[in-house]
């Protein structure tokens, strides 16, 4: 007999499920593209490609997608840090880490001279990917940094002396465009947007774009915008199909081929505390975010 799950755990899904294939294509907004390579192996690691994953507007993908995509990584063999860079402290919670227990986190890291990332990093279910973990601790940094020289930089600082052995790292950042915000971007080489297919998703992105701009002419010139992932896309709806036409319309090649579809998995991932990778490895959702990685890996 198997143990009782523990209560509210939804149950693990047939591992031989085999989701639609539909998120291949061809593409939404009608796009028809070759399928992506798998990458070629890594025979050494590092430096680390540093990621942002950054959208202002709270409840778009951001979490889902930063433990996602990280672990669809190690399964091409890159080793993986993930940084939780919100206060909230989903993305720990999210991979079943009591966050609100932890006495040493990010917040330690950047404010203290004494921390260091190694002191902090923990390793997660998934092999080859670790965590800076974060809780509202992190929330008072906001305050504090803002009287420091070179406040800009503090996660830039902190994450340096572990670049070399990382192959990706990935930061979640809080739904605002607020200094943890702009620290994340200081210190990044890409930065992808999650955008929910909905009406209202493309009036802040913009605003986003253009923060972006700034940090890369004021701080940080090597910053791009690695692309913008389309999510919780629903086929069956003309609704979605046109946000996602406009999108392809406004942004062009920047949008990812790959579209993350709505599905009940994801929210029972964060609840399960593990990737959809290992939750449901068949799964349409699975599957879109190792094309992820994949597209990721080649831009
Ligand atoms: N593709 C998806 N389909 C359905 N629900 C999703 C999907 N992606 C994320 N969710 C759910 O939507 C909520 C918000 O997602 P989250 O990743 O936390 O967004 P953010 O970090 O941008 O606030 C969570 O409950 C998550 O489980
Ligand atoms: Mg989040």
């Known amino acids: 007999m198997s143990t009782p799950r523990p209560m509210g755990v939804p149950a693990r899904p047939n591992p031989d499920e085999d989701g639609d294939t539909?998120?291949?294509?061809?593409?939404?907004?009608?796009?028809?593209?070759?399928?992506?390579?798998?990458?070629?192996?890594?025979?050494?690691?590092?430096?680390?490609?540093?990621?942002?994953?950054?959208?202002?507007?709270?409840?778009?993908?951001?979490?889902?997608?930063?433990?996602?995509?990280?672990?669809?990584?190690?399964?091409?063999?890159?080793?993986?840090?993930?940084?939780?860079?919100?206060?909230?402290?989903?993305?720990?919670?999210?991979?079943?880490?009591?966050?609100?227990?932890?006495?040493?986190?990010?917040?330690?890291?950047?404010m203290e001279r004494s921390t260091t990332a190694d002191d902090v990093i923990i390793k997660t279910t998934v092999d080859g990917m670790e965590l800076l973990p974060s809780n509202i601790d992190l929330s008072a940094?906001?305050?504090?940094?803002?009287?420091?020289?070179?406040?800009?930089?503090?996660?830039?600082?902190?994450l340096r002396p572990v670049l070399d052995y990382y192959d990706y790292i990935l930061i979640d950042c809080q739904p605002?465009?607020?200094?943890?915000?702009?620290?994340?971007?200081?210190?990044?080489?890409?930065?992808?947007?999650?955008?929910?297919?909905?009406?209202?998703?493309?009036?802040?992105?913009?605003?986003?774009?253009?923060?972006?701009?700034?940090?890369?002419?004021?701080?940080?010139?090597?910053?791009?915008i690695t692309g913008i992932l389309a999510t919780m896309y629903d086929p069956r709806t003309l609704h979605t199909r046109e946000v996602m036409a406009r999108v392809l319309e406004a942004f062009g090649d920047t949008v990812f081929e790959t579209v993350i579809n709505r599905t009940v998995r994801f929210p029972e991932t964060t609840v399960a505390g593990e990737p959809i990778t290992t939750w449901a490895p068949r799964s349409a959702g699975a599957k879109a975010y190792r094309q992820l990685a994949r597209e990721v890996i080649a831009r």
């Open 22 to 110: 539909d998120y291949l294509a061809p593409g939404p907004g009608g796009r028809h593209h070759m399928p992506i390579p798998d990458p070629a192996p890594l025979t050494r690691h590092g430096p680390a490609t540093v990621l942002a994953l950054c959208n202002q507007k709270g409840g778009v993908g951001k979490t889902t997608s930063t433990i996602n995509l990280g672990a669809a990584l190690t399964e091409y063999g890159r080793r993986v840090l993930l940084v939780d860079f919100d206060p909230q402290g989903a993305l720990s919670v999210g991979l079943g880490i009591p966050a609100h227990q932890l006495d040493h986190t990010i917040y330690n890291v950047i």
């Open 141 to 158: 940094a906001e305050v504090q940094l803002v009287t420091e020289v070179g406040r800009e930089h503090t996660l830039g600082r902190a």
């Open 176 to 224: 605002s465009l607020g200094l943890l915000t702009v620290n994340a971007l200081a210190c990044a080489d890409g930065v992808v947007i999650p955008l929910e297919c909905e009406y209202f998703s493309l009036r802040g992105v913009a605003l986003l774009i253009d923060t972006i701009d700034k940090v890369k002419d004021r701080l940080n010139p090597k910053l791009e």
